[in-house]
């Protein structure tokens, strides 16, 4: 794969970046129709996969996340997105699972997605990348986990997006899906986050240096688009009261506002530093694939309009969860899919987690959230008769 430069664009295409990748030589078909492939998948592996090939967990990553979900991120440094769960004796604990990560169809961490080489231009694919779905991402785990030889997922699990990726494995590949977890997650995208997700996708299109989707070709990127289009998210990932208690309207290193554009209030300097330091991880043109793909999501339409026949005969755990602060995916939109899970006669229970964590609950320390994840795990290994030499 070709080497590529930008300013303040992901490496995505360097082949030093640690971790792991499957070149896929069979095309995907697409649900737009495309045929797409060949292709890679970039992923992470926690943990020891047992003899039998039955302790294999899948984390799914939200919009913004990638493979990276316990290692430091090779970009910024930080700590995975769920490195306070993964590790030995945690709730996701790699003494005893053998835990999977890839970065999605689409994504800029590796797996293939609009920054890549299209060989038939020799250039990079741009807005020629197909238009993918979540249903798409799916299909393309499911040949890394063909490719590691696990005929059925212990476990499919991830919050948000990847809460809705955990619905259509359980949905597409039932046998393959012991138990899934889906967190602060919804089985169609609502009106109102498709609206968020146009502003973004607008901000980075109207940014100059997008130059119609050919800026890495151009040299350039929409570092100011990007960065808004954060801006804009962020906001519906924290909740009214996790922004008052952190910010309130203090103000940002001044006594007294200064009747002008700057940064005055530390809310202002939070969301403007998010956006910065986003633009340095991720890719303008994957930001606007991954949210239309979420978009597209709608598990009852693929099923007929029926969200109760995704599920039919399912033999899958699933355990749902939501956290009361969550007006981005809320507690009303988990309860729906338990009523289609219990219509379909599903093993299915549901705990909303108490919290003004808001939707990004699910990537800060809450005990109760850790304690319900852990428990319905141990409790899926016992009913498997996962023991632990096995695990």
Not at 103 to 124: H, Q, R
Not at 378 to 387: F, K, M, P, V, Y
Request: glycine share 10%.
């Amino acid at each position: 794969m070709s080497v590529l430069t930008s300013p303040r664009s992901p490496r995505h295409w360097d082949p030093n970046w640690p971790g792991h990748r499957l070149f896929v030589e069979e095309p995907l078909r697409l649900d737009c129709g495309v045929d797409f492939g060949p292709f890679t998948i970039a992923y992470q592996t926690y943990g020891k996969l047992n003899a039998l090939r039955s302790n294999a967990i899948l984390l799914c990553h939200a919009l913004t996340g990638d493979q990276y979900a316990a290692d430091p991120h090779p970009i910024t440094g930080k700590p995975g997105w769920w490195s306070s769960l993964v590790g030995p004796g945690e709730v996701l604990d790699t003494d005893r699972y053998f835990l999977i990560c890839a970065n999605v169809l689409g994504g800029c961490m590796g797996t293939a997605g609009p920054g890549d080489i299209d060989p038939a231009s020799g250039e990079p694919f741009a807005l020629d990348f197909p238009v993918i779905t979540i249903r798409d991402m799916v299909r393309a785990q499911k040949r890394l986990v063909d490719h590691l030889g696990i005929s059925s997922l212990f476990c499919v699990t991830g919050g948000s997006m990847g809460g809705m990726q955990a619905l259509e494995w359980a949905a597409s590949y039932p046998e393959s899906v012991f138990a899934a977890v889906p967190i602060a997650a919804a089985a169609r995208h609502s009106a109102q986050n498709i609206a968020f997700n146009e502003v973004g996708r607008q901000a980075i299109m109207a940014d100059p240096d997008w130059c119609g989707g050919r800026y890495l070709l151009a040299g350039r990127q929409p570092a100011r688009g990007l960065a808004v289009a954060r801006m804009a998210a962020h906001i519906t990932y924290l909740s009214e009261a996790a922004l008052h208690r952190k910010f309130g309207r203090n103000l940002q290193d001044r006594h007294a506002v200064t009747y002008g554009f700057d940064a005055d209030f530390q809310v202002e300097s939070y969301l403007r530093h998010q956006g910065n330091i986003f633009v340095d991880r991720f890719d303008a043109n994957s930001y606007l694939y991954i949210t239309r793909a979420m978009d597209y999501f709608d598990l009852a339409a693929e099923h007929g309009g029926s969200l109760a026949r995704a599920f039919t005969g399912t033999q899958t755990r699933f355990c749902l969860i939501s956290f009361t602060s969550d007006w981005l995916f809320p507690t009303a939109e988990s309860r729906a899919i338990v009523r289609a899970l219990n219509a379909a006669a599903a093993n299915v229970s549901f705990v909303e987690i108490e919290t003004d964590g808001g939707h990004d609950a699910f990537l800060l320390h809450e005990p109760e959230f850790f304690k319900t994840l852990g428990g319905f795990l141990s409790g899926c290994a016992e009913h498997r008769g996962l023991t632990r030499d096995q695990q």
